[in-house]
């Protein structure tokens, strides 16, 4: 019988069953690919990470949802630093360098005020037209079409993992919210694996800037991830193209989600101007849960 160890963390938290889950497999490179699919189609979680060695950076992270692997996902790279430095497993290092699908990025280490608190680089944001259906698209998250914004654009985004971000007007529209996410690849025709990142300004926390839901693409075996760390990077992406292309050198947003499904969590995005594009880096903490093993030969 084969047993695989996972540790689960929540990401983006400071309490355990808020934020986002994660599964953390330490022992990876004992494991095919098939295998670590299978352990995280088991775990269940919208991502379980296997950190490995690397040639070109400190550590190699592969991401698996349990229907497909991902390039990057901001929530498990946040989970899996704080599991490895607080295993002791990175020395007394206060920046790694991740090799990822997505590419090389930097992961900084603090503490504040006895707190460890992790900011991640995420790649260089991009985005492409949507040129599908309004109406359909609010139709298939359980909105009316008059309920998305129309003095900005609804854009695909992503800085490592492609989203749909819609602007939504008003907050009491999250809470109405109710995804048919087998519609998904049918309104999504420029990119169908693409998840759904529905966001407004009016928030519950009056600290915070932004507020949002994060839809899955149905490939991925989910339906609703609870605070996105990728999907945050590149809204902060969106508001400084769109909704505030004067700021000056730098920005700061703080992204809530998470509260519809009672999970919420907070993720600090920092935007800055570098030449022709911005660079996205995005702030968080994470807390041990659990540890269990899955089986692979049932």
């Known amino acids: 019988m084969r047993k695989v160890t996972v540790y689960h963390y929540d990401a983006f938290s400071k309490k355990a ?34 950190p490995l060695p690397s040639d070109i950076a400190d550590l190699r992270i592969r991401f698996f949802t349990p229907g497909h692997e991902m390039n990057l996902c901001g929530h498990a790279t946040i ?68 309920e998305i914004r129309t003095d900005i654009p609804v854009v ?4 490592g993992t492609w989203t749909l971000l819609i602007p939504i007007k008003e907050l009491a529209s999250f809470q109405k919210m109710n995804p048919n996410t087998k519609c998904f690849p049918a309104i999504l025709r420029e990119n169908k694996r693409a998840s759904i990142h ?3 300004m009016e928030t519950i926390d009056p600290e915070a800037d932004m507020h949002a839901r994060h839809f899955s693409s149905p490939y991925s075996g989910t339906v609703e991830d609870a605070v996105t760390g990728t999907a945050s990077g590149v809204m902060g992406a969106y508001y400084a193209t769109y909704m505030n292309p004067d700021f000056s050198d730098s920005l700061q947003l703080l992204v809530e ?42």
């Open 17 to 50: 069953g808020k934020g986002n889950p994660a599964g953390i497999v330490l022992n990876g490179e004992q494991l095919t690919d098939e295998e670590m699919q299978k352990t995280a189609l088991k775990v269940g979680f919208n991502e379980t990470a296997f």
């Open 79 to 146: 989970a899996t630093v704080y599991a490895l430095h607080s295993k002791g497993l990175l020395s007394d290092k206060t920046e790694v360098t991740i090799e990822t699908n997505a590419g090389i990025l930097p992961v900084n280490i603090e503490t504040v005020k006895n707190e460890l608190f992790l900011t991640m680089k995420q790649a260089s944001p991009a985005f492409a037209a949507f040129n599908g259906s309004a109406k359909k698209l609010a139709n298939a998250i359980g909105l009316e079409e008059t």
């Open 156 to 159: 695909y985004g992503s800085t």
């Open 198 to 200: 529905p966001f407004c």
């Open 257 to 298: 989600q998470g509260h519809e499904i009672k999970k919420d969590g907070r993720v600090l995005v920092d935007v800055s101007r570098n030449k022709e594009t911005y660079e996205i880096r995005i702030s968080g903490n994470a807390v041990f849960v659990k540890e269990f093993d899955v089986v692979l030969d049932e």
